[in-house]
């Protein structure tokens, strides 16, 4: 499995705004479904967004219509664009990827076989 590195993390107030971005650290074949989970302290992973090499997309409902996952295929770099933050946002979020040219697009962490160290997320209020 390919290692994974996030980045763009940080500390905002509620209603602020952060971008994140995951890049490989070595090959990774564009065709593979991607997907960004986050866990808080004390609770278990949580699948936040996904997407698929055709661009489809996949959110939990907690998050839709405020963040945006994308990706720049040529460089094999996801992104998610986190709006109007909330202090429940607040968690160590991981970019993972799945192997194979599988296009499901699913928040179900079992699917994905490389993941990154992850990024800090807080959200204040």
């Known amino acids: 499995q390919v290692q994974l590195v996030e980045s763009g993390g940080g500390s905002v107030q509620t209603g602020g705004s952060l971008r994140l971005s995951c890049a490989p650290s070595?090959?990774?074949?564009?065709?593979?479904?991607m997907a960004w989970f986050r866990q808080a302290p004390g609770e278990g992973r949580e699948g936040v967004a996904s997407?698929?090499?055709?661009?489809?997309?996949a959110y939990a409902s907690s998050v839709k219509g405020r963040f945006t996952i994308s990706r720049e295929n040529v460089r094999n770099t996801l992104f998610l664009q986190m709006d109007s933050l909330r202090p429940e946002d607040t968690a160590m979020y991981y970019c993972?990827?799945?192997?194979?040219?599988?296009?499901?697009?699913?928040?179900?962490?079992?699917?994905?076989?490389?993941w990154g160290q992850g990024t800090q997320v807080t959200v204040s209020s």
């Open positions: 993972a990827a799945a192997t194979g040219s599988n296009t499901r697009y699913t928040l179900d962490s079992a699917d994905y076989a490389s």
């Open positions: 070595g090959y990774l074949n564009s065709k593979v479904s």
């Open positions: 997407i698929n090499r055709y661009g489809n997309t």
